[in-house]
């Protein structure tokens, strides 16, 4: 069965220093979004993404961040200048459509902020 | 953001019995409702959904239940596996043409053999 995979599954990172997560979405589909997950908190939505635009982003997805899809499969959140609360697992999510269709989840990569 | 609520944060039951799992939601105008189960180092995995227009749908072993005057869904397994150990989080959708999901704290399950 097609999955979402994500790169890496673990990022340490020094506060300050910006950092690329990866995403490659199931390919036939056209939605893609970024959740976080702070440790013992919700799952929060972040981003949104559909034909190469932003499609509605929340109150935590401030110029700090960014989204990208440099080419025909991958799909990247950049953080250009991490701070210690940024510190959460991300997940990335695809789906086909955008009404009552599941979104499909990666497994996460854990961003660690030192 | 307390839209979406699991007042339960964890559940025993025997195997082969069932599981009930609840949310609750004060938004009336999510329209799409879903419940993921998440193993530890693993993304969320969609089960199943119900749209606001049905009050049931059913996939094997697994039932939602959707109350929309309650605003209450449940999540029903029937019989309940080990295999079923996890946390369930219920998840909804679709408030004025926005697609992305509001999350509850979720569940865990946990089924005893």
């Known amino acids: 069965e097609p999955e979402v995979t994500q790169t890496p599954s673990h990022q340490v990172t020094q506060m300050g220093q910006e950092v690329i997560l990866r995403c490659v979405p199931i390919s036939n589909h056209l939605y893609f979004y970024w959740y976080r997950q702070i440790l013992g908190q919700k799952v929060e939505f972040l981003v949104s993404f559909y034909n190469n635009e932003i499609s509605e982003k929340s109150e935590i997805f401030d110029d700090q961040f960014s989204v990208e899809r440099p080419d025909g499969s991958n799909f990247t959140l950049k953080i250009r200048s991490t701070k210690l609360e940024d510190s959460a697992m991300y997940f990335c999510?695809?789906?086909?459509?955008?009404?009552?269709?599941?979104?499909?989840f990666g497994d996460g990569t854990r961003l660690s902020i030192l | 953001d307390q839209q979406v609520k699991q007042n339960s944060p964890s559940l025993s039951v025997q195997e082969g019995r069932i599981s009930i799992l609840n949310c609750d939601y004060t938004n009336s105008m999510f329209d799409y409702f879903l419940w993921y189960k998440k193993y530890p180092a693993e993304g969320p995995t969609f089960l199943i959904s119900i749209s606001s227009i049905k009050d049931k749908n059913e996939d094997g072993r697994f039932t939602v239940f959707l109350n929309k005057s309650a605003k209450h869904l449940s999540l029903h397994i029937v019989p309940s596996q080990p295999g079923d150990s996890a946390v369930y989080f219920c998840a909804a959708s679709g408030t004025s043409g926005t697609y992305k999901y509001i999350f509850g704290t979720g569940t865990r399950l946990k089924v005893l053999a």
């Open positions: 999510a695809s789906s086909e459509d955008s009404s009552n269709q599941p979104q499909h």
